[in-house]
């Protein structure tokens, strides 16, 4: 028996035992299990950001671009609808609808709210509205500093934002969370903040919502999509509803106010749509910056994030009045040319380089253009010159010491280059043998093949870059007449060299870039480089001054309508496919250009820019006195071509004479070999001299004058000219009028044949 018992004693022992070890294993396997998921959870919430550091709370701003006065407003960029602002900016109806649905106890607990947690269990587990138990604090912690782990549903989230959370709360009070989180939180239709909600929907500020709008803003970050008053109203207004309860339950509204409030409909009074690219005035310029702006390794320092997140304030050169002006110019060119054609415009200050107006086509919205940028080439491409090109030419003759009087060779055609390129003046017109000055007026495209032909063609590609062409120039001889394609932009900025007096400055957009904080972080630099000689700079402006001023320029009579100096050249590329004036005054450079935009597109040969130039000019300078260009000394020519070119010809007043013997060779002009009623092709046969007395000979095919010779050359070439830039008549379908400057006779000419001759 006492054996027995002993057996019993070591059994209960045994068992005594092994319950204290099951029991002490169990603790210990529990403390290993809290202990390594605090390591676990402290693995998790290692590497959290630094408050202290993080700009997680630095909001999203938009930038906003202004013209050059400061206030007219051109451009809002941004990614989302922000703006923020301060506690007192905010409607307490807000604040305690915030509190009242999102975290009761936002006040009480310390970043993380375990009741709260736990009553969301239990009113999910039970069937009630669905609760996420997060508290503002951790949703604010989701939506900034984690927001790029917000949709991860795992426990290690959700750790790092408890932690994320309790911390904030020791860093910032409780005001400042709340006013954190009205300015972040999703109020939907891409609006970022309760300010820029208010005013989304309701076009007022935070602070001036009422109760019934105040509720039913509150109410829709639970789901944004879905509870957007604009697309689901009937759903943001159960919503509102019961934020409403909500407010009542917690004691921070009156039944009578609940009731009037949940009484109200939604009462939406949406914002206009702002424009889905952010621009809202002079799109062709403003797209043009904004591009800019984001160009690769520009020289404003500005990134993607920079100008739709940094809030900068951009201001342009832009001129609205000028602007205006060039737009109603276009408008009229627009009217007086077939609908398929555009027009385009740059103009800009020589003192500075800054882009005063730019008009890039018609219609920027227009689904056939593209967004294509005619004054700038953005979307496209340049566009051949012309002889709007012959400026760089001309300058870079002068450059080189060769006298604008010297005589050059005008006759057409000739032929270029191994393979014989045929060249032709206009109409293949034959100046003959004149100064290069007067070759400029006229815009002989033989007379300056032959000029480039001796300067080399890369000296005058050259100079058109140092001068302020950026595009690629291929250095051949057909490039004086333009045959590189450029845009306005480089034209006017070019030109605008010759009008400083021979100082280039960079084409400037950009003035001026404010940061979120107020400081300058880009202003625009001087880049002012002396590029031609003054005196080389007013020789060329003087002779460029001939196409307006001679009775022989091309752009002849369409200078400002209040009498300013001007200088320029106008061009014409191929098959009459591009139209250019590019042109200046002391104070203004503007280069115009006319075409088609699908293409280099032949148009009708009787189109040019000099009404399009001169009707801007002359508004862009109503108004303004009349000022002289410098007077300047001339250049040093010194180059053996003038002597070559003088043994070859002799000198311009040689000419003259030799023409005036040529005309005494004729006697009495009424006995002159007729050319009434006969073709271009007859005329010639009628008299092969190089002067066809008392006639004026027709392009059969283009109904414009092809030709025109006589012994008073000078008056005839005043009639047809003039004519041809539309100042003393219009076309009348068969005919065209020619006013004689000498006695007042017209001459009615068809457009086939002369049919009277008169002088």
């Known amino acids: 028996m006492k054996n027995r018992r002993k057996q019993r004693q070591s059994r209960t022992h045994a068992l005594a035992w092994m319950l204290l070890f099951a029991l002490l294993a169990a603790g210990f396997a529990a403390w290993a299990g809290v202990v390594g998921m605090l390591r676990l959870v402290d693995g998790w919430t290692q590497d959290v950001p630094d408050l202290q550091s993080t700009d997680a709370f630095s909001y999203a701003q938009e930038s906003v671009m202004y013209a050059a006065d400061g206030t007219t407003l051109l451009a809002r960029f941004q990614l989302e609808k922000r703006d923020p602002v301060t506690r007192d900016q905010i409607s307490d109806y807000v604040v305690w609808g915030t509190v009242d649905t999102e975290d009761i106890r936002f006040y009480e607990h310390n970043g993380a709210d375990l009741v709260g947690i736990a009553r969301a269990v239990v009113n999910n587990l039970t069937g009630g509205a669905i609760e996420g138990g997060s508290t503002i604090t951790q949703q604010l912690v989701r939506n900034t500093i984690l927001s790029q782990e917000a949709n991860d549903i795992t426990f290690e989230r959700k750790a790092r934002e408890i932690e994320l959370a309790v911390e ?28 820029a909600a ?22 829709i970050p639970q789901s944004p999509e879905y509870l957007n008053p604009k697309t689901h109203p009937e759903d943001c207004l159960e919503r509102r509803n019961l934020v409403l309860d909500r407010m009542l339950q917690a004691g921070h509204i009156s039944q009578e106010e609940h009731d009037a409030a949940a009484a109200e409909p939604l009462g939406l009074n949406p914002a206009p749509d702002a424009p889905a690219d952010g621009i809202y005035a002079y799109p062709y310029f403003t797209s043009y910056v904004r591009d800019e702006l984001l160009r690769e390794d520009n020289p404003y320092g500005c990134s993607y994030a920079d100008l739709f997140e940094g809030g900068l304030t951009i201001y342009t050169t832009l001129d609205p009045a000028l602007q205006a002006e060039a737009e109603a110019a276009r408008d009229a060119q627009l009217a007086r040319m077939a609908p398929e054609l555009d027009a385009a415009l740059v103009a800009i200050d020589p003192g500075n380089g800054h882009v005063r107006a730019m008009v890039g086509g018609k219609d920027y919205t227009a689904a056939e253009s593209g967004q294509v940028n005619l004054a700038t080439g953005s979307g496209g491409s340049g566009r051949q010159a012309g002889s709007s090109f012959k400026a760089f030419t001309l300058a870079a003759a002068i450059k080189a010491g060769i006298d604008p009087a010297t005589l050059i060779d005008c006759t057409s055609p000739m032929t270029v280059g191994a393979e014989n390129t045929r060249i032709e003046n206009f109409g293949n017109a034959n100046y003959g043998i004149r100064s290069i000055q007067r070759a400029t007026a006229v815009s002989s495209n033989t007379g300056y093949v032959r000029l480039i032909q001796e300067l080399g063609p890369q000296t005058v590609a050259d100079l058109a870059h140092e001068m302020g062409i950026t595009s690629d120039l291929d250095a051949v001889p057909t490039l004086t007449l333009g045959s590189s394609a450029v845009t306005p932009l480089e034209m006017a900025s070019a030109y605008a060299t010759l009008a400083s007096g021979g100082v280039r400055h960079d084409a400037v957009v950009v003035t001026r870039i404010v940061n979120s904080t107020g400081e300058t972080v880009y202003e625009a630099p001087d880049t002012s480089a002396r590029v031609l000689d003054e005196r080389v700079a007013g ?15 091309t752009a002849y009579g369409s200078g400002p309508w209040n009498g300013q100096p001007v200088a320029g050249k106008t061009g014409t590329s191929d098959n009459f496919a591009d139209h250019w004036l590019v042109g200046y005054s002391p104070t203004l450079s503007c280069a115009t250009w006319i075409g088609n935009p699908a293409g280099s597109i032949s148009t009708a040969s009787w189109l040019n820019c000099n009404a399009f130039w001169q009707d801007f000019m002359s508004r862009a300078l109503a108004g303004t006195p009349v000022q002289p260009f410098p007077s300047t000394e001339k250049p040093d020519y010194r180059n053996d071509f003038n002597q070559r070119q003088k043994a070859r010809y002799g000198t311009e007043r040689q000419q003259a004479e030799r023409a005036e013997e040529a005309e005494r060779d004729y006697g009495d002009p009424s006995t002159a070999p007729s050319a009434v009623g006969q073709t271009l092709e007859q005329a010639a046969q009628t008299n092969r001299r190089e002067v066809i007395p008392h006639a004026v000979l027709f392009d059969q095919a283009n109904n414009l004058p092809n030709a025109f010779a006589t012994t008073r050359r000078r008056e005839l070439v005043f009639l047809v000219r003039c004519h041809r830039v539309g100042l003393l008549g219009h076309h009348i379908d068969s005919a ?11 001459d009615l000419i068809d457009n086939r044949r002369l049919v009277t001759q008169r002088i």
């Open 168 to 195: 904030m709360e020791k860093t910032y009070s409780k005001d400042e969370i709340l006013q954190m989180y009205l300015n972040t939180i999703n109020y939907g239709d891409g609006c970022y903040g309760i300010q």
């Open 539 to 553: 020789a060329v402006t003087q002779v460029l001054r001939t196409v307006f001023e001679s009775s022989e320029g």
């Open 198 to 219: 208010a005013q989304n929907y309701f076009q007022v500020s935070a602070l001036d919502l009422t109760l019934a709008q105040a509720a039913a803003l509150v109410g």
């Open 736 to 746: 065209w009028l020619l006013a004689s400057a000498r006695d007042g006779s017209v």
